[in-house]
Structures are given as structure tokens and as C-alpha cells.
């Protein structure tokens, strides 16, 4: 069956670095397929951080970009999430999302809406402390 597992969260002091990855299984290949991460803190929404399409486009929350960088190893089926820069605003639950009928998922706002997806891993936790 298909499954998103994320692994690399962990704890960190404002300013380190971690990677976080999302192993996919069971999927079968879509051409629109989209991958996310996605993060939620205690008491706030879920929110989108990043995406990349099967065509290697790339979108990013306003708040991590030029720190965060998204990537995809297409022979390994995982997604990654270099995060630079860390600050303790990033501190959350991070998880993995996938959907496959959405083209050109990265344009506008759809790439940032949780409930578009329909697969989901499990959440990594990432602390970061100030």
C-alpha cells in the first residue's frame, strides 16, 4: 500500500541545520505528481512550507525561503528538506504530503492547502531552541 515515512527531525540551537526525508512506497508513477512538506505547530493550522513537482518546480512559504531547499531522489523515491538557518519559529510537527492528479501543482495557492493532499506520513518533530 502506499506510504510516506519521514525520518531526520530531531533538536537543534537557532542557527543549525537539519534534513529531514520522506521515503515513498507502494506508489505508482504519476505525472503530476506533487510532494509537499507541510508543518503544524501546537495550537496553530497545518501549513505548507515547500513543494516540488515531478518536472522539479519548486514553491516555498514566504518565511523559509532563501533558508529551506526542497529535493526529490526520484532512484530512491524520497523527498528532503534541507533547512538552514533554523529558528525557533520553525519549531513543529513536520510532515511529508503527496497527491498525483494536480498539474501544475506549484502555480497560486493549491500547492499550500493540506486538504488537497491525499497521502500523509506519519510527522517528524523538529525543536529548534533559541
Known amino acids: 500500500r502506499a506510504q510516506l515515512v519521514e525520518s531526520g527531525g530531531g533538536s537543534v540551537q537557532a542557527g543549525g541545520s537539519l534534513r529531514l526525508s520522506c521515503e515513498a512506497s507502494?506508489?505508482?508513477?504519476?505525472?503530476?505528481?506533487?510532494m509537499a512538506w507541510f508543518r503544524q505547530a501546537p495550537g496553530k493550522e497545518r501549513e505548507g512550507v515547500a513543494v516540488?513537482?515531478?518536472?522539479?518546480?519548486?514553491r516555498y512559504a514566504d518565511s523559509v525561503k532563501g533558508r529551506f531547499t526542497i529535493s526529490k531522489d526520484n532512484s530512491q523515491n524520497t523527498l528532503y528538506l534541507q533547512m538552514n538557518s533554523l529558528k525557533p519559529e520553525d519549531t513543529a510537527m513536520y510532515y511529508c504530503?503527496?497527491?498525483?492528479?494536480?498539474?501544475?501543482?506549484?502555480?497560486?495557492?493549491?500547492?499550500?492547502?493540506?486538504?488537497?493532499?491525499?497521502?500523509w506520513g506519519q510527522g517528524t518533530q523538529v525543536t529548534v531552541s533559541s
Open positions: 504530503a503527496q497527491e498525483g492528479t494536480q498539474a501544475d501543482c506549484y502555480l497560486g495557492s493549491w500547492w499550500s492547502r493540506s486538504y488537497e493532499y491525499t497521502y
Open positions: 516540488q513537482d515531478n518536472g522539479g518546480n519548486t
Open positions: 507502494g506508489f505508482n508513477y504519476y505525472s503530476r505528481s506533487c
